[in-house]
């Protein structure tokens, strides 16, 4: 039982990932967010977790916010924003519409579902 419990969190994370599913087409809105989740581990962890995993990320700091920039120097492909909430952070995925996919999406999804959980 206490495994069961144990896993919840890390199960509930997965599964709003999951969800997010990924927009089809050449049509991807760049104002609406490719994932937001909320996660219990704090955005230093998270920052430093993305910057093991991930190739070319640039951190920086607005107010109590921590942004990444992944991707290639003259055209980044992702802007990850971890946002404190209580012991926790709030994740939020951006992608522009012509950005380029560096890493994958699916690689993407698959690093902030391990750095979150």
Request: aromatic fraction near 4%.
């Amino acid at each position: 039982m206490k495994r069961l419990l144990l896993l919840a969190p890390a199960v509930a994370v997965i599964a709003s990932l999951a969800a997010c599913g990924s927009s089809s087409g050449p049509a991807r809105d760049a104002s609406v967010p490719m994932m937001y989740v909320s996660s219990q581990r704090a955005p230093a962890y998270i920052a430093d977790c993305l910057e093991g995993r991930l190739p070319r990320v640039r951190m920086s700091h607005v107010g109590a916010a921590t942004e990444l920039a992944v991707g290639p120097d003259s055209n980044n492909s992702y802007f990850v924003t971890l946002t404190p909430l209580n012991a926790g952070s709030v994740i939020k995925v951006m992608h522009p519409a012509n950005a380029p996919d560096d890493p994958p999406e699916p690689e993407m999804r698959f690093d902030i579902a391990r750095c979150a959980t």
